[in-house]
C-alpha cells in the first residue's frame, strides 16, 4: 500500500518562508500526476499546484511566483517551496498522488501551516 507522508509544516511569520516535503512510501514514478492542495477552515480544498511526470505545472493564481514545486526522485519526495508566505496561506496542506495506470487517488494526513506573526 503506497502511502504519502507530510512534513515541513509549522509557524512563520508574514512574508517567511517555509519547504514542506512529501514522502512515497513506495516509488513516486508510481504516480502519474502529484500536487500539493491546501484547506482552511471552512472552507473547501484547493489546489495549489498541479505536475504531471512530464514536467508540466499547474499553479493556483494566488500562490504563482511565490511556490515552486520540486521533487528528488531518488529520494522519492516532492516538496512545496513557500517563500513570501501571507496570512492567507495558513491551511492544512496536503500531497496527492494520482497512480499512472489504475488513477487510483493516494492522499497524505495533511500538514499545518500558520501565518502570523
Known amino acids: 500500500q503506497v502511502q504519502l507522508v507530510e512534513s515541513g509544516g509549522g509557524l512563520v511569520q508574514p512574508g517567511g518562508s517555509l519547504r514542506l516535503s512529501c514522502t512515497v512510501s513506495?516509488?513516486?514514478?508510481?504516480?502519474?500526476?502529484m500536487g500539493w492542495y491546501r484547506q482552511a477552515p471552512g472552507k473547501q480544498r484547493e489546489l495549489v499546484v498541479a505536475?504531471?511526470?512530464?514536467?508540466?505545472?499547474n499553479y493556483a493564481d494566488t500562490v504563482k511566483g511565490r511556490f515552486t514545486i520540486s521533487r528528488d526522485n531518488a529520494k522519492n519526495t516532492l516538496y512545496l517551496q513557500m517563500n513570501s508566505l501571507k496570512s492567507e496561506d495558513a491551511a492544512v496542506y496536503y500531497c496527492?498522488?494520482?497512480?499512472?495506470?489504475?488513477?487510483?487517488?493516494?492522499w497524505g494526513q495533511g500538514t499545518q501551516v500558520t501565518v502570523a506573526s
Open positions: 505536475e504531471t511526470n512530464g514536467g508540466r505545472t
Open positions: 496527492r498522488g494520482v497512480s499512472a495506470f489504475r488513477n487510483d487517488d493516494y
Open positions: 513506495g516509488s513516486i514514478f508510481s504516480f502519474g500526476r
